[in-house]
């Protein structure tokens, strides 16, 4: 059971996830927590504060969130628990200061460093859930996610290492599990086999569940969210999207890489090696059956499950004649971008020009400047990836026009449909996004296969 952010944003929440645990005890569930809302963003930004120099600033910042975890921790626990807490706390924040007068002193924020900073946000959470879970009656235990998730040390970025995490599931978890206890552990954060504390990408704690679901064999993944369940598109900004009932693995990895920020990507993967079933569940209204990610579910009526939407995107063309007929061009282009560690998300080509898109990021003038000596080189940022997902365009013609009718008077930048045949994508700028995505929804959710939507 993987709880984010604002299923763990007050004592409030705590006490409702407490209650949801508490129901499947008999299944004897392992809690995965993120850090409470927003803290990974504050977290950064006083890190980013110190790196620039601005320790003051650094510093009331992280005064805000220490009194914000002794709130928590106050509202949650009896008198004698809270002292012992408080004071572990306190020791927290106060190593944590630490951290940011040093980075400040140094002048520099490292991406290892960051990660230290990071790591507090799922350090701090799961040590105030763990005692909460014990005074509401849980036979609940505090289990340090670094002991568990092993990584590689590419910071901020990590790649967990499977076999190894599995591993020390087995000889640190399991044995908690046939205890009739109830571990709870941090998302996102992992570390190196020496020990150095990584994360594993921004959204992580979705990721972190996978792994360990999939390494104890679990029967379920519950991924338990704001929302009831994935939507047909983001609530946000369409206020009527279904709730989507079922849906595949295949369908909501892609979703999920487009954008539809309910579920991490790699959430997926671990997923489907095993076959595990995915919930996405509601903490604030857990009665909702939520979304059911699955292997092979059955065939449905509908042509698409989903819109999706990927904003901050440049897109960078290339356009050079020496690409005609020529062998070895686009392995060269992407040399570049494997240089700098550079994902490559929609791809078009013609005979002498090739568009990519990525996500908007720094390095982009760099890759720019080095695509240079392989042809004329624009980019442009702004743009997003709209994404449509369903397995029954493969059976269907026409998809296409019924698509680009709907927003014919919306400029179109590129087009992908890819070799899985389950998604049709396209790039438009960013300020179109909110329109095309209503009157799509409109055109092909209007009227939904109860079966499947909700
Ligand atoms: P958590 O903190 O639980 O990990 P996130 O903020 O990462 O939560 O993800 C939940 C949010 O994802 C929802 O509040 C919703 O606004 C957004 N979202 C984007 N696309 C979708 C979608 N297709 N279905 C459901 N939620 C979506
Ligand atoms: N707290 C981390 C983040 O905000 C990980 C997560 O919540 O999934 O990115
Ligand atoms: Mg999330």
């Known amino acids: 059971m993987k709880f984010g952010g604002t299923s763990v944003e007050d004592a409030t929440a705590i006490d409702r996830i407490a209650g949801i645990v508490k129901d499947r005890v ?43 975890h002794y709130t928590t921790a106050g509202e949650l626990l009896g008198t004698g628990l809270h002292t012992e807490l408080h004071s572990e706390l306190g ?6 200061e630490q951290l940011l007068r040093g980075i400040c002193a140094v002048g520099e924020l490292t991406p290892r460093t960051s990660d230290h900073v990071a790591s507090f946000g799922e350090r701090l959470s799961s040590m105030i859930i763990a005692p909460a879970f014990v005074a509401r009656g849980l036979n609940a235990a505090l289990l340090d996610a670094r002991q568990v998730i092993v990584t590689d040390a590419q910071h901020m970025r990590a790649v967990p290492q499977v076999d190894e995490i599995n591993h020390r599931l087995e000889i640190k978890v399991a044995p908690l599990l046939a205890d009739g206890r109830v571990p709870v552990m941090g998302g996102f954060i992992g570390s190196t086999p020496e020990g150095k504390t990584t994360t594993i990408g ?5 990721f972190s569940a996978a792994l360990v679901g999939a390494g104890l064999n679990a029967e379920r993944i519950e991924i338990w969210t704001d929302v009831d369940g994935m939507k047909t598109t983001d609530p946000r900004v369409c206020p009527d999207a279904h709730r989507i009932k079922i849906i595949s693995f295949e369908e909501a990895a892609e979703l999920a890489y487009f954008g539809a920020k309910v579920l991490h990507p790699a959430t997926v993967l671990p997923a489907v090696e095993k076959n595990i079933p995915v919930l996405v569940l509601n903490s604030r209204n857990p009665k909702n059956e939520g979304t059911r990610i699955l292997s092979h579910p059955e065939p449905s009526k509908s042509l698409f499950k989903a819109i999706a939407v990927k904003s901050r995107i440049t897109i960078i063309d290339i356009v050079s004649a020496r690409m005609l007929m020529a062998h070895g061009f686009l392995n060269k282009v992407f040399e570049v971008f494997a240089r700098h560690r550079c994902a490559v998300d929609v791809v078009s080509t013609s005979e002498v020009s090739v568009s990519l ?25 702004r743009q997003a990836i709209v994404c449509l997902v369903g397995e029954a365009i493969r059976e269907r013609s026409g998809v296409a026009a019924q698509v680009f009718d709907a927003i014919r008077d919306i400029n179109v930048r590129m087009i992908s449909q890819g070799a899985s045949e389950i998604n049709l994508t396209f790039v438009v700028d960013e300020a179109d ?22």
């Open 26 to 68: 008999p299944e004897r569930p392992l809690v995965v927590v993120s850090a409470m809302a927003k803290v990974t963003d504050q977290l950064l930004a006083m890190a980013g504060a110190a790196g620039a120099g601005d320790l003051d600033k650094a510093l009331e910042l992280c005064l805000k969130l220490r009194e914000r």
């Open 91 to 96: 020791e927290m924040f106060n190593s944590l």
């Open 202 to 206: 921004r959204g992580g704690s979705d």
């Open 357 to 381: 898109t990525v996500d908007s990021n720094e390095a982009i003038p760099q890759i720019a400047a080095d695509l240079e000596d392989l042809g004329q080189v624009k980019y442009s940022g």
């Open 433 to 454: 996004v909110p329109e095309a995505v209503r009157r799509l929804h409109a055109k092909f959710f209007a009227d939904v296969d109860p079966e499947v939507f909700d």
